[in-house]
Nanobody, 119 residues
């Protein structure tokens, strides 16, 4: 089992920056990739960014490309999401997720952290 704990959410103004952290514990050797998702009220949960644990290949949704940066510190089993030039439409609950090697879906989820961007 793997446990994920997010931190770093909050209330900011448009144009501000915020960094989210996701600390993984437990059987982390089984993890292949980690990602950030978000869910706004009344909308589906969508992927924001992902990063492979080894190799560091990253992917981003079009809505955040050029503004958000995902990174990892394998020694700390932590993944970060640096969010710059935040917009009101970035307001959502942000979830960290982890995918095991050989899995086609994300197997573990954090509890979520609220990010609110005021205009």
């Amino acid at each position: 089992q793997v446990q994920l704990v997010e931190s770093g959410g909050g209330l900011v103004q448009a144009g501000d920056s915020l960094r989210l952290s996701c600390a993984a514990s437990g059987w982390t050797n089984s993890l292949y990739a980690m990602g950030w998702f978000r869910q706004a009220p009344g909308k589906e949960r969508d992927v924001v960014a992902s990063i492979e644990r080894f190799g560091g290949i990253t992917t981003y949704s079009d809505s955040v490309k050029g503004r958000f940066i995902i990174s990892r510190d394998n020694a700390k089993n932590t993944v970060y999401l640096q969010m710059n030039s935040l917009k009101p439409e970035d307001t959502a609950v942000y979830y960290c997720a982890a995918r095991e090697l050989g899995s086609s879906r994300y197997n573990y989820w954090g509890q979520g952290t609220q990010v609110t961007v005021s205009s």
